[in-house]
């Protein structure tokens, strides 16, 4: 059930993302940068934690 709410969560965000990203594009002429600079931070963030706990086995 949890699984559920979470890929709802997911569609909910990635819609209003998809929504606001062209008008920061049209605001902003380095929103695309920024934009790729916070997908990348938070893909690092989530796999540095991975990293730590598989190098302790």
Do not use: W
Request: net charge positive.
């Amino acid at each position: 059930m949890v699984k559920g709410r979470v890929s709802m969560a997911s569609v909910l965000i990635s819609v209003s993302f998809m929504h606001i990203i062209p008008k920061a594009f049209s605001m902003n002429g380095y929103a695309p940068c920024h934009l790729f600079g916070g997908y990348m931070g938070l893909h690092l963030f989530d796999l540095l934690p991975r990293t730590e706990r598989l190098e302790k086995r």
